[in-house]
C-alpha cells in the first residue's frame, strides 16, 4: 500500500467514526417552535375540571336527566344555520 492510500483510508476511517458524532451533535438541541404549544388543551382542561370546593350544587337525577333529554331533542333535529359561509 503506499502512503498517499494509508492515509485517505484513515481519513475515510475517521469521517465514517466520527460522522455519528456530528450527527447527534447537531440533533441534540432543537429550539421549541412554540413553548406555548398545548397551553389552550391545559387550560380548557383546567376550566372543564370540576372544583369539589367551589360549593356548587350537585345535578341530581332529575336536572341531568332534563339536561340529557334537552340535549339529544336539540342534537336530533338541528337548525338551519342562518346566513351561509361565502367565499
Known amino acids: 500500500m503506499t502512503r498517499k492510500n494509508r492515509v485517505m483510508g484513515r481519513v475515510g476511517q475517521s469521517v465514517w ?9 447537531c440533533a441534540a438541541y432543537q429550539e421549541p417552535d412554540n413553548i406555548r404549544f398545548g397551553e389552550s388543551v391545559r387550560d380548557m382542561v ?4 370540576a372544583d369539589p370546593d367551589a360549593g356548587a350544587p350537585a345535578l341530581d337525577g332529575e336536572k341531568a336527566e332534563r339536561a340529557f333529554s334537552l340535549y339529544r331533542g336539540s342534537a336530533a333535529s338541528p337548525t338551519a ?7
Open 81 to 87: 344555520a342562518e346566513g351561509g359561509v361565502g367565499f
Open 17 to 25: 467514526l466520527l460522522s455519528p458524532l456530528l450527527i447527534v451533535a
Open 46 to 49: 383546567a376550566l372543564q375540571t
